[in-house]
Nanobody
Framework: QVQLVESGGGLVQAGGSLRLSCAAS????????MGWFRQAPGKEREFVAR????????SYADSVKGRFTISRDNAKNTVYLQMNNLEPEDTAVYYC?????????????????WGQGTQVTVSS
């Protein structure tokens, strides 16, 4: 079983930056995939970024490509989402998610473990 805890959300002005953290515990992550998703009120949960531990493969949604960067700290079993040039459209609850397998999927259903979410609000 994997436990995920997000932190780093908050209120920021458009054009600003935030870094989200996701600390994982409970199981090893050597073959896992870590993902970031977000969900705004009235909208479906959408893929933001993923990191595949076994080979370091990274992938991003088109809407955040060039602005967001996913990275990890192996010693801390922590995955980060650096968000730059934030826009009001980025406002959502951001969720860290994990699969125990080196997957390539970008659907919420592809991930078995989820954090509690952290609110990101971008003001215009």
């Amino acid at each position: 079983q994997v436990q995920l805890v997000e932190s780093g959300g908050g209120l920021v002005q458009a054009g600003g930056s935030l870094r989200l953290s996701c600390a994982a515990s409970g199981r090893t992550l050597s073959s896992s995939t870590m993902g970031w998703f977000r969900q705004a009120p009235g909208k479906e949960r959408e893929f933001v970024a993923r990191f595949r531990w076994i080979d370091g493969n990274r992938s991003y949604a088109d809407s955040v490509k060039g602005r967001f960067t996913i990275s990890r700290d192996n010693a801390k079993n922590t995955v980060y989402l650096q968000m730059n040039n934030l826009e009001p459209e980025d406002t959502a609850v951001y969720y860290c998610a994990a699969s125990p397998y080196p997957i390539t999927g970008s659907r919420p259903h592809d991930y078995k473990f989820w954090g509690q979410g952290t609110q990101v609000t971008v003001s215009s």
